[in-house]
């Protein structure tokens, strides 16, 4: 008999990671938040959302052997797996004061950490910087702007990273910033909207109607079949708009009126025409891409159920064995390409691909 147990995830999604303390306290305190701005720390932001981090921690994250000053190319970015530690690379903060002597009306609060307020600006940019491309890990570049001993790094490609304080700042500011960018406009009359509550709320300035940044959930499962506890062999699918080899677990957006398990039974129906049972709860993480919560799951499926990918949704769907998976992860099977380390099922996979059965 099998003394397994059900897997669970071995670390946290490295977007769950936080330090800083962000209750609301915090920001409905503007004397105290006022008084401190000569002593905080600003989060600089350029218009694509990539954030400043010392180039040598970087670089040496991406095990290259160094920094980006010898290299107009790296070979390799955030597909870095780092066997479930967190990510050490710090955001590259700017003393408060240096940006402004007072508290600008744009600033974004994000938390106190450490005695020290933390604060988002999002018109920062790298003068004069040259570009360093990385792999994505999935087999397309992306451009590093670098400059001044800082490289400019994006939270979706390079999350996984950055130590836990960073991921926490970095994920709030970007998660903000978008909400920023869509909530211009009143929901109720159409008026224009400003910012208060330090970047935390709106207000129309027609009907006074106040907002607040909103999250939309999502459900994300692994879906393993019935051999065992944990199961042989994962369910992956691919959308057709993805790199070739690369493929994932299945998610959908929560619709309104279900239930967090009808939308998983649901989302697994509808895209690849399998049935599920022993839905369980894994772990979440937020992925302000721009405003959604994945919340993970594993569930159960009979041993070799028919796959029927939806049309024009899922190119491809298939079951793979577990050796296949931890091959993928040591970088021995180049055909298939699995989540990057910002997500959660880069967790989710590998905590499987760990499991007993």
Same mark, same amino acid.
């Given at each position: ?24 306290? #915090? ?20 218009? $694509? ?6 180039? $040598?921690?970087?670089?040496?994250? #991406? ?103 960073? +991921?926490?700042?970095?994920?709030? +500011? ?39 940044? $909103? ?79 994945? #919340? ?48 959660? +099922? ?8 760990? +499991?007993?059965?």
């Amino acid at each position: 008999m099998s003394s397994a147990a059900p897997f669970e995830l071995d670390a946290s999604p490295a977007l769950s990671r936080s330090t800083a303390d962000r209750q609301e306290s #915090l920001r409905a305190d503007p004397e105290r938040l006022r008084a401190r701005w000569p002593s905080a720390r600003v989060v600089r932001m350029d218009d $694509r959302g990539r954030v400043p981090v010392p180039e $040598r921690a970087f670089f040496g994250a #991406l095990d290259t052997g160094g920094a980006a000053d010898s290299a107009d190319s790296v070979d390799r970015a955030d597909s870095v797996d780092t066997g479930g530690e967190a990510g050490a690379v710090p955001l590259s903060t700017t003393p408060a004061f240096d940006v402004s002597p007072e508290l600008p009306d744009d600033a974004v609060f994000l938390g106190e950490w450490e005695d020290t307020d933390y604060w988002a600006v999002f018109d920062a940019s790298a003068s004069g910087a040259r570009t360093v491309r990385v792999d994505s890990g999935w087999n397309a570049p992306v451009e590093i702007p670098v400059a001044d001993g800082e490289a400019w790094v994006g939270l979706r490609v390079h999350g996984s990273v950055l130590d836990d304080t960073a +991921a926490g700042l970095l994920t709030t +500011a970007v998660a903000l910033r978008n909400w920023h960018r869509r909530a211009r406009h009143c929901a109720r009359c159409g008026g224009p909207t400003r910012l208060r509550q330090f970047g935390w709320a709106t207000i129309c300035e027609q009907c006074g109607h106040e907002e607040y940044p $909103r999250t939309d959930p999502a459900v994300i499962c692994l879906v393993h079949d019935d051999i065992g506890v944990n199961g042989e062999h994962v369910l992956l699918a691919r959308q057709p708009v993805w790199p070739a080899g690369r493929y994932s677990v299945l998610a959908g957006f929560v619709e309104a009126g279900e239930s967090l398990e009808s939308c998983v039974e649901r989302e697994i129906r509808e895209e690849v025409g399998v049935a599920v049972r022993d839905i369980r709860y894994l772990g979440s993480q937020p992925w302000p891409f721009p405003r959604s919560i994945m #919340l993970g799951f594993a569930a159960r499926a009979e041993r070799g159920a028919r796959l029927a990918p939806a049309e024009g949704e899922i190119e491809d769907a298939r079951w793979v064995s577990r050796d296949r998976v931890r091959a993928a992860f040591e970088e021995h099977d180049p055909g298939l390409l699995l989540p990057g380390g910002t997500s959660i +099922a880069h967790v989710m996979l590998r905590s499987w691909a760990k +499991a007993a059965n």
